[in-house]
């Protein structure tokens, strides 16, 4: 009960409020309305077991990508990726030409935190791929995410 009265807590502080490196929005802007959308992938046994937290890692193998150039306060841009049929943080983005720029989440929470990792993005005949280009992330969600958005082959789809 005391961790969800701190999360409330943390969800009410204005972003305007938060320290200056944790509300900053990743570099880049709008992403371009071909990557706009729902994203859906299964990755293969062996990608998933890449995630170097297992613990972390769902049963399901079926992930879902929502990218949206609309969010709130801080966060102008969110992206949400999530185990198909599961909750997720969304979190803050921006992209420039074929880079994006994903922000970090805390581990408690799946509050913005400090830095951005960057990622390489490509699309030919409706499949969305990326390449991470540069780490800054370290937390063990983000070091799983890194995982599902490299080995994923991402095709347009509804989430399930």
């Known amino acids: 009960m005391k961790g969800l009265a701190i999360m409330l807590a943390c969800l009410a502080v204005p972003a305007a409020a938060l320290p200056a490196s944790v509300a900053n ?33 769902p049963t399901t193998h079926k992930w879902v990508l929502v990218i949206l150039n609309s969010g709130v306060g ?50 030919r005949n409706g499949t969305l791929r990326f390449k991470l280009v540069s780490v800054q992330c370290r937390n063990k969600n983000d070091r799983n995410t890194q995982v599902v958005l490299v080995y994923g082959v991402w095709r347009h789809g509804r989430a399930s």
Not at 87 to 107: K, R, T
């Open 74 to 123: 801080a966060a102008p841009r969110v992206l949400g990726l999530r185990p198909s049929g599961q909750n997720a943080p969304s979190e803050p983005f921006g992209v420039q030409a074929h880079s994006m720029y994903l922000q970090c989440l805390d581990d408690q929470f799946g509050l913005p935190a400090r830095g951005h990792d960057t990622y390489s993005w490509s699309l």
């Open 25 to 57: 929005v990743p570099p880049g802007g709008p992403a371009p309305k071909q990557l706009l959308g729902t994203w859906t992938t299964t990755l293969t046994d062996a990608a998933a077991k890449k995630a170097p937290f297992q613990q972390l890692m």
